[in-house]
């Protein structure tokens, strides 16, 4: 929009004093930044037909293969090969357990009276579109940190398509939860309660076999210091030795974290200067976007929904709880497993006039769907 000169009622001395009023383009452009709203960007929009959504878990291949599988026949041949013309085994349908997922409603209300609207003040031709498109932005990205940190509530009602009776408040399950709730039960007390569900209802516990198999992985450093022994084989080799993969992963962090991941890693490789001048263009590089281990690349990303100082979460698990500060943890997700389930998109409704007043209204119901919980792994409480 520019800088647009405007004069202040207050002064100083005798002078009047002159004040600047800017507002940046990239404020009024919705999702103009893949990493203002991370997962909005990175995950696929797909179609919700209601409210509440059941799919199957879709699991990771499994590769074990016992070695007789190799040697057993009568003949001394595999099982596994055939030869021409042979009648091939049918496999057991492959659907061994439903994923609960429920969508959230947000919106915002503004009004703009008609002296406001009449008037093209500081660059703005139209103040009720300006307004529309900053409540877009707000709740685009309360429609984000709710992906991030909703504790999510289980489907409720037995209305669901809200067509009479009670409507319950309904809340999505963020990330963080999809990747705590179970992985600390995992890692903190075990896999052999025989119940334990998540936000949405989903059971971990034994009476649900493949979901309790299916449980994610999240460590608790408990207040210690991320270092790279940490990082690796509390991290990324527990993760890989669960799913047997995780390169390609996108990782995500606050600025607490990011530093640490920097500096643990630009150390291990030797000196600063030994390394990290280009030549080209005289510039000095401090920092790790990428992170090659043993098991494979991952990005480390920047994320300011994790990096929100003097706020926590608490995790229930089966026995006890745990603490969750919104900037000590880090996160990794491999994204073709999550997606943005839509039943409305954010849009906007006039919703005409009330007094000297126009009125419109900003809202949106989606729902951040997993479908594959161990695609998703992280710390927690890393300082």
């Known amino acids: 929009m520019g800088t647009y000169t405007v004069w202040s009622t207050s002064a100083v001395g005798?002078?009047?004093?002159?004040?600047?009023?800017?507002?940046?383009?990239?404020?009024?452009?919705?999702?103009?930044?893949?990493?203002?709203?991370?997962?909005?960007?990175?995950?696929?929009k797909v179609p919700m037909n209601n409210v509440f959504t059941e799919q199957p878990v879709?699991?990771?291949g499994n590769i074990t293969r016992t070695s007789a599988a190799f040697a057993a026949n009568s003949g001394g041949t595999s099982q596994l090969a055939r030869q021409e013309g042979a009648t091939y085994s049918t496999t057991t349908p492959r659907y061994p357990a439903r994923l609960k997922s429920v969508a959230e409603i947000q919106g915002l209300q503004f009004a703009v009276s008609d002296t406001d609207r009449a008037m093209s003040q500081y660059g703005m031709v139209d103040r009720f579109a300006y307004e529309a498109l900053k409540a877009t932005e707000e709740v685009v990205n309360n429609f984000e940190m709710a992906f991030w940190w909703s504790p999510g509530t289980p489907p409720s009602g037995s209305d669901l398509d809200s067509g009479g009776g009670t409507v319950p408040v309904r809340q999505t399950q963020g990330l963080v939860h999809w990747m705590a709730k179970s992985g600390l039960q995992?890692?903190?007390?075990?896999?052999?309660?025989?119940?334990?569900?998540?936000?949405?209802?989903?059971?971990?516990?034994?009476?649900?076999?493949?979901l309790n198999l299916a449980s994610s992985y999240c460590y608790d450093a408990a207040g210690t210091v991320l270092d790279d022994t940490m990082f690796k084989d509390n991290l990324m080799a527990q993760w890989y030795d669960l799913t047997g993969r995780q390169a390609g992963a996108m990782g995500f962090c606050g600025s607490k974290i990011k530093t640490l991941i920097s500096r643990f890693a630009l150390t291990a490789n030797?000196?600063?200067?030994?390394?990290?001048?280009?030549?080209?263009?005289?510039?000095?590089?401090?920092?790790?976007?990428?992170?090659?281990?043993?098991?494979?690349?991952?990005?480390?990303?920047?994320?300011?929904?994790?990096?929100?100082?003097?706020?926590?979460?608490?995790?229930?698990?089966?026995?006890?709880?745990?603490?969750?500060?919104?900037?000590?943890?880090?996160?990794?997700?491999?994204?073709r497993y999550f997606n943005i389930?839509?039943?409305?998109?954010?849009?906007?409704?006039?919703?005409?006039?009330?007094?000297d007043f126009e009125q419109g209204l900003i809202r949106g119901e989606q729902a951040l769907v997993c479908r594959n919980p161990q695609a998703v792994a992280g710390i927690v409480n890393c300082y």
């Open 14 to 44: 005798t002078a009047a004093q002159e004040a600047l009023v800017k507002e940046s383009v990239g404020d009024l452009i919705t999702n103009l930044f893949p990493l203002d709203t991370p997962l909005q960007q990175i995950l696929e």
């Open 58 to 60: 879709d699991s990771f």
């Open 186 to 210: 995992r890692t903190k007390i075990g896999l052999g309660q025989s119940t334990f569900t998540d936000g949405h209802g989903n059971e971990f516990g034994t009476n649900s076999t493949a």
């Open 270 to 335: 030797g000196n600063i200067n030994d390394r990290s001048i280009d030549a080209a263009s005289k510039r000095l590089v401090d920092a790790i976007d990428y992170y090659e281990t043993d098991f494979g690349l991952v990005a480390i990303n920047l994320c300011r929904y994790l990096n929100i100082s003097g706020q926590s979460v608490s995790v229930a698990q089966s026995s006890g709880s745990v603490t969750v500060p919104y900037n000590e943890v880090l996160l990794f997700m491999q994204p």
């Open 341 to 355: 389930g839509v039943v409305r998109p954010v849009y906007m409704s006039p919703l005409g006039k009330t007094g």
